[in-house]
Nanobody, 120 residues
Framework: QAQLVESGGGLVQPGGSLRLACAAS????????MAWYRQATGKRRELVAS???????NYAESVKGRFAISRDNAKNTMYLQMNSLKPEDTAVYYC??????????????WGQGTQVTVSS
């Protein structure tokens, strides 16, 4: 089994910045695609940004130009740099990854989530 743990959330003012991290550990052979999702109170979970194993990226229209997704494969870690934050970015942010273990079994994994609150 593999595990994903998010960190870096917190309370910031509008216009501020945060950097989220997602660290994968456990039985890992390959991490394929990774992504950040978010879920605001009363809303459905939505895709924020995704990144492939060879660093191709996609972003939700609402965060283009403000957020940047990246990964460090040597550390099995993914990041989300969040700039120019808006109150509507307030949500629980979740890490997602497709992982192949040493026995070539595939799994879809989720972290526990980290709270981001943007408020003046």
């Amino acid at each position: 089994q593999a595990q994903l743990v998010e960190s870096g959330g917190g309370l910031v003012q509008p216009g501020g910045s945060l950097r989220l991290a997602c660290a994968a550990s456990g039985n890992i052979f390959i991490i394929n695609n990774m992504a950040w999702y978010r879920q605001a109170t009363g809303k459905r979970r939505e895709l924020v940004a995704s990144i492939t194993s060879d660093f191709g990226t996609n972003y939700a229209e609402s965060v283009k130009g403000r957020f940047a997704i990246s990964r460090d494969n040597a550390k099995n870690t993914m990041y989300l740099q969040m700039n120019s934050l808006k109150p509507e970015d307030t949500a629980v942010y979740y890490c997602n990854a497709q992982i192949i273990d040493s026995g070539f079994s595939r799994g879809d994994y989720w972290g526990q989530g980290t709270q981001v609150t943007v408020s003046s």
